[in-house]
C-alpha cells in the first residue's frame, strides 16, 4: 500500500492552500461481481422473491446467473505494485476556494509536475504528464484556458487531471514525488505558491525465472545444440496469464522454443495461467550457426558462450501487462 | 486442479530475480518431472484457497444433548421437542437475539396445537404445498435463536431517517416489492418465530421454506450475507430424506435449495462445499430430466404434444444450466479462475437456442478478461452468432483491457446511440464514465455518473465509481459523498444501500 509522507515544506507560508492534490491509482477496472438469486419457477403470486434485476450488478432484464458482469469499477485500493508492470496513477490539482469566500481569491496557472525515485538512483526521473492534448480543446477552454507548460486557471471546483504511466524496472521502495504550482491572486495582492507531495510504494517482483542449459549430444553435425530450460514462478499474489516466452539470440545462435505453441491438429492453443505460486516449465532448443566463414560464435573471456537474453510477457487481471527480460544466458564450456 | 505435483523444496538452480541475472550453469541436479510440462509449487487450493476445517452438521453434537438432525430423525421418529432448545449459540459468533423464557419456548414449539391462526401467506398453489405424513416436524427451523437482529450501524445516515422507513404493517410482499429487503428479513424472521404457523401441518411448511427463502435472500440484498451464511445452518443437510415426502418429492422449493447451496459454503466455512451442492442439484435436474423425456417419448404419439410437458422439461433443462452457470461462479468465487474457465468450456449451450450460445459466449470472454487473456475473449466472441451489442461490449472491454482506452470510447459511444435495450444504457454509460476518468477526462466522466443519478440509476458500481471522483476532485469529499448518498435516499429507490456504497 502506498502512503503518503507530510508534504516537504517547500512553502514557509503557513497558511492553507488554495489548491489540493488528489492521487488515484489507475490499475485496470475491474469487472463486477454480482451473486444473482435463484428465483422461483414459474413465479407464485404474490410474490415472496424479490424481483430478478434486485441481486443483478445493474438492473438489466437478461436472464444471467454468472458471477461477473461487465459492469467497470474503479479500484478501490492501491493493490500490489510489481517489476515489469506500468505504473498508471491519475492526478488532480483542485481547486478548493469555495465560492464566495471573502478576501475572493483567484487560481491560475496551475501547473503539476511529476517524478519518481528509483532504489537504484538517486536522481529521480520526471514523469512525462498525460494526457498532452485534451481531445476535447472546446469544452477544456470553458473550464480553463490550456496554455502549455503556462499551466491552467482553475474555477472553484474545478480540477486539473493529469495521468502518468511509469514502467517498474527495480524492486523495492520507489517515490512519487507531485509538485503542484499556482498563482494566487487576491483583489489586493498575489503571489505564486507551490507544494510537494510525496508518495511511496513497494514495488514487488512478481515473476521469478530459473534457469539452466545443458549440451545435447551431437548427432554428428557440425554445430553443436543445447537445450535451455527456465522454469517460470509466478511469486506475486494474482493469477496471470504467459503472453509470450522467447529466447532472443544473438548472431551465431538460433534457437527454437518447444512450448505450447507447438500444436497438434485441431488443437487450440491455451496460454498457460499461472496462480500465485504457480511454476510453468519452459524449454528451448538453442543452436550455434556458423558464419561464412564456418566460425562458431566466440567464448566470453570467463569462458562462457552467451547466447541471448530470455524476455517474457505476461497479461494480469483484466489485461494488465507485464513484461520483463532476463540478463544474459548461456552455456558454461568445459 | 489437474496438476498437484508436489516438488522437491530445494532447487540448485540458477535465479533470476527482476532484471538481474545471476547466472551460472555448473553442474545442475535438475529434477523436472518429465510427464508434465507444469508443475505446482503448491497445490494451488493451498494458496488461493487455505484447506479450512470442515463444520458440518455433525457439528451440533457438541452440544450437551445432542439435536436430532433430519438426517438421523426418520420419519416414524417423533421429535423430541426437549432437545430442539439445546444451545447452539457457541457455533455463533454473531450477536443473538435474547431467547424467550424456557416456558413460552417450550409451549410454542412443542404443541402443533397451538397454532391459532394461519398465516395470510400459506395461500399457495396446490403444487407447492404437497401431501405430507404428519409426522413430519420443522420446528427446529422456527427457533427465534436461528434469527439475528438487524442492525443500522451499516446504513448510510441519510437512509436512517424514519420517514424512510415502511409503515411496521406494510405486508411481506409489498416490502420485497418495494425493494424494502431489510424490512422485509426483519418481517420474515418476525412472521417464522411468530406463533402462527404450525410446524408439520403442510401448508405452514410450504410457507415455513418460503419464509426463510425470503429472509435469507433479502439478508443479501441488503449487505448481510454473511448472516445469511449463518443462518442457512439452521437448514442443514437439505439432501436428507427427511425434507422429502412419501412419494419423495422434495418439500424445499428449488430457489432455497440453491440458494442454500452457496451460503452454506459460506456458513460452514468451505466453498468447495458449494461445488459439491450444484453437482449434487445438477444430479438430479439430470434425473428428474431423463424421466420426463422417457415419459414423452412413451405417451406421445407423432403429432402431438403434450404442452404441460414440454414446459416442465423446458424449466427443468433451465435450471440445469443454470446450475452449470453457478458452478463457474462458484469457482471464480474461490479464485480458481483457471478451473472455471476449463469447466465453462466443457458447457454447450442448448443447439437450438442461439441467444443463450451468445450469452455463454460473452460469459467465457467476460472470464478470459478476468484472466488476462484478452485474446482468448475475443475470439470467444467471434465464434458465436450472437447478438451484436453483446459482441461490442466485449469489445469494449477488451479495448480497455489493452489500455486503448479512445477505441473503447468509440465503442461506448456507439452503443449508447444505437442502443435498443434500454436496460443495458447504464451500464454502457457508466463504462464510457470509467473509461474517460483513465484518459483524464474526469469532468465528462463526473457529468456522465451524475446525469446517470438524476435518472434514477443507483446501483453499487455506480455510487462507488462516483464517490471515487468525488474523493479525486475535491478535499472535502465527504459532504459530496453525504449529498449522494441524501439525493439517492430522497428519491425513494428500490434496493437497499451501505456506507461501502458511497465509500462513507
Do not use: G
Given at each position: 500500500m502506498a502512503h503518503q509522507r507530510t508534504s516537504s515544506t517547500v512553502d514557509s507560508v503557513k497558511e492553507p492552500h488554495s489548491v489540493s492534490l488528489k492521487v488515484l491509482r489507475l490499475s485496470r477496472p475491474s469487472l463486477s461481481v454480482q451473486h444473482p438469486l435463484p428465483l422461483p419457477t414459474p413465479s407464485p403470486s404474490p410474490t415472496n422473491s424479490p424481483a430478478p434485476s434486485a441481486s443483478l450488478a445493474y438492473p438489466s432484464t437478461k436472464n444471467d446467473a454468472f458471477i461477473l458482469s461487465p459492469l467497470l469499477t474503479l479500484p478501490p485500493a492501491f493493490g500490489s505494485a510489481y517489476v515489469g508492470e506500468t505504473f498508471s496513477c491519475t492526478l488532480c490539482a483542485n481547486n478548493e476556494v469555495l465560492l464566495g469566500s471573502n478576501p475572493s481569491k483567484v487560481i491560475s496557472n496551475v501547473r503539476i509536475e511529476a517524478e519518481m525515485k528509483i532504489p537504484s538512483s538517486g536522481i529521480p526521473l520526471p514523469l512525462r504528464l498525460g494526457p498532452e492534448n485534451p481531445s476535447d480543446a472546446d469544452e477544456e477552454k470553458e473550464e480553463g484556458k490550456v496554455v502549455g507548460k503556462e499551466g491552467v486557471d482553475l474555477e472553484p471546483g474545478k480540477s486539473l487531471q493529469k495521468v502518468v504511466n511509469f514502467d517498474l524496472k527495480e524492486e523495492g521502495s520507489h517515490v512519487l514525488a507531485v509538485t503542484v504550482t499556482y498563482s494566487e491572486t487576491t483583489p489586493t495582492s498575489g503571489r505564486i505558491r507551490t507544494f510537494r507531495k510525496l508518495y511511496q510504494f513497494v514495488c514487488k517482483g512478481c515473476m521469478v525465472v530459473r534457469t539452466k542449459t545443458g549440451l545435447l549430444p551431437s548427432s554428428g553435425e557440425k554445430s553443436r545444440k543445447w537445450a535451455l530450460e527456465a522454469q517460470l514462478e509466478n511469486t506475486g499474489e494474482e493469477t496471470i496469464s504467459l503472453d509470450m516466452v522467447v529466447l532472443e539470440t544473438k548472431d551465431g545462435f538460433r534457437s527454437q522454443g518447444i512450448n505450447w505453441e507447438i500444436l497438434s491438429e485441431g488443437e487450440k492453443m491455451e496460454k498457460p495461467v499461472l496462480m500465485p505460486g504457480d511454476v510453468q516449465q519452459v524449454c528451448f532448443l538453442v543452436e550455434e550457426v556458423p558464419d561464412a566463414e564456418g566460425k562458431g560464435p566466440e567464448p566470453t573471456a570467463e569462458g562462457k558462450l552467451i547466447f541471448g537474453i530470455l524476455s517474457l510477457a505476461w497479461r494480469g487481471t483484466m489485461g494488465n501487462r507485464g513484461f520483463l527480460s532476463t540478463g544474459a544466458l548461456g552455456a558454461r564450456l568445459k | 486442479m489437474d496438476h498437484l505435483v508436489e516438488q522437491p523444496d530445494s532447487h540448485p538452480t540458477t535465479l533470476i530475480t527482476g532484471l538481474r541475472c545471476i547466472d551460472f550453469s555448473g553442474p545442475l541436479e535438475f529434477c523436472y518431472m518429465s510427464h508434465s510440462q507444469k508443475e505446482r509449487k503448491f497445490p494451488s487450493s493451498q494458496v488461493s484457497l487455505p484447506r479450512r476445517p470442515t463444520r458440518g452438521p455433525l457439528d451440533i453434537g457438541e452440544t450437551p444433548i445432542p439435536l436430532p438432525s433430519p438426517t438421523s430423525t426418520g420419519p416414524s421418529l417423533p421429535h423430541q421437542p426437549s432437545s430442539l432448545l439445546s444451545p447452539t449459540t457457541s457455533q455463533f459468533m454473531t450477536p443473538r437475539l435474547a431467547s424467550p423464557t424456557p416456558g413460552s419456548n417450550l409451549s410454542l414449539l412443542t404443541s402443533p396445537s397451538f397454532r391459532t391462526a394461519h398465516s395470510?401467506?400459506?395461500?399457495?398453489?396446490?403444487?407447492?404445498?404437497p401431501s405430507l405424513a404428519p409426522s413430519k416436524n420443522f420446528s427446529f427451523l422456527l427457533r427465534p435463536e436461528i434469527y439475528h437482529p438487524l442492525t443500522l450501524l451499516d446504513v448510510p445516515p441519510p437512509f436512517r431517517v424514519s420517514a424512510l422507513q415502511p409503515d411496521p404493517s406494510t405486508s411481506l410482499p409489498d416490502l420485497v416489492s418495494s425493494g424494502n429487503f431489510r424490512s422485509a428479513a426483519i418481517k420474515a424472521a418476525q412472521l417464522l418465530t411468530s406463533e402462527d404457523l404450525s410446524p408439520s401441518l403442510p401448508a405452514d411448511i410450504a410457507t415455513i421454506f418460503e419464509l426463510i427463502y425470503t429472509r435469507l435472500s433479502c439478508l443479501t440484498l441488503c449487505g448481510q450475507t454473511a448472516l445469511a451464511a449463518q443462518e442457512v445452518?439452521?437448514?442443514?443437510?437439505?439432501?436428507?430424506?427427511?425434507?422429502?415426502d412419501e412419494e419423495g418429492?422434495?418439500?424445499?422449493p428449488w430457489e432455497l435449495r440453491v440458494l442454500a447451496v452457496r451460503l452454506q459454503g459460506m456458513g460452514f466455512n468451505d466453498a468447495r462445499r458449494g461445488v459439491m451442492g450444484y453437482y449434487e442439484l445438477a444430479r438430479e435436474a439430470r434425473l428428474t430430466l431423463t424421466s420426463l423425456k422417457k415419459s414423452r417419448s412413451s405417451m406421445s404419439t407423432p403429432g402431438e404434444t403434450n404442452e404441460a410437458l414440454e414446459n416442465e422439461i423446458e424449466f427443468w433443462s433451465t435450471r440445469l444450466q443454470e446450475l452449470g452457470i453457478r458452478v463457474a461462479s462458484a469457482l471464480v468465487e474461490m479464485e480458481d479462475l483457471e478451473g472455471a474457465a476449463r469447466f465453462l468450456s466443457t458447457l454447450s449451450p442448448p443447439s437450438d437456442n442461439s441467444a443463450s450460445a451468445s450469452t455463454l459466449a460473452t460469459q467465457k470472454a467476460l472470464l478470459f478478461l478476468c484472466l488476462g487473456d484478452v485474446e482468448a475473449a475475443r475470439s470467444a466472441i467471434s465464434i458465436s452468432a450472437g447478438e451484436e451489442s453483446e459482441k461490442k461490449v466485449i469489445l469494449a472491454l477488451a479495448h480497455m483491457a489493452d489500455s486503448d482506452f479512445s477505441s473503447a470510447v468509440e465503442i461506448w459511444e456507439d452503443l449508447i446511440s444505437s442502443s435498443f435495450s434500454p436496460s443495458e444504457l447504464p451500464m454502457y454509460r457508466q463504462n464510457l464514465g470509467v473509461c474517460f476518468l483513465y484518459l483524464g477526462r474526469m469532468e465528462e466522466a463526473r457529468d456522465i455518473l451524475e446525469a446517470l443519478v438524476e435518472e434514477g440509476s443507483s446501483f453499487h458500481a455506480l455510487t462507488f465509481n462516483l464517490s471515487t471522483i468525488y474523493e479525486l476532485c475535491t478535499e472535502r469529499s465527504r459532504a459530496l459523498k453525504i449529498g449522494l448518498a441524501e439525493k439517492i435516499a430522497g428519491m425513494g429507490s428500490k434496493g437497499e444501500k451501505a456506507n461501502g456504497d458511497f465509500k462513507l
Open positions: - | 395470510t401467506l400459506s395461500t399457495q398453489s396446490p403444487s407447492r404445498s445452518k439452521a437448514l442443514e443437510d437439505l439432501n436428507s430424506s427427511y425434507y422429502r418429492r422434495h418439500l424445499v
